[in-house]
């Protein structure tokens, strides 16, 4: 299986910018549509954004505008540039494809905090 690492979360101000990095493993990667997810404490894992192998993107309504998917398929890369973050962003933040569980199991997540 493929082995998922997130990383590049933080504590940051609200109206501030993060970008979230995710490092697959193996080739598999180049093949699947893949996604960020969020879960907030008490709430359930939702997607937040998905870019398919052709680069097509889609948010969820709370991503829009503010929040853009990229893949570097060279380096088995996912990333996900945050801005205007606000408090109800906070998050542990993980990436997988879409639908979840294709290539690998779920990793770590990274954690993003936005308070001031």
């Known amino acids: 299986q493929v082995q998922l690492v997130e990383s590049g979360g933080g504590l940051v101000q609200p109206g501030g910018s993060l970008r979230l990095s995710c490092v697959a493993s193996?080739?598999?990667?180049?093949?699947?549509?893949m996604a960020w997810y969020r879960q907030a404490p008490g709430k359930q894992r939702e997607l937040v954004a998905r870019?398919?192998?052709?680069?097509?993107?889609r948010y969820a309504d709370s991503a829009k505008g503010r929040f853009t998917i990229s893949r570097d398929n060279a380096k088995n890369t996912l990333y996900l540039q945050m801005n205007s973050l606000q408090p109800e962003d906070t998050a542990v933040y993980y990436c997988?494809?879409?639908?979840?569980?294709?290539?690998?199991?779920w990793g770590q997540g990274t954690q993003v905090t936005v308070s001031s």
């Open positions: 193996g080739s598999m990667f180049i093949a699947y549509t």
């Open positions: 997988n494809t879409d639908p979840p569980g294709e290539i690998g199991n």
């Open positions: 870019i398919t192998i052709s680069h097509n993107t």
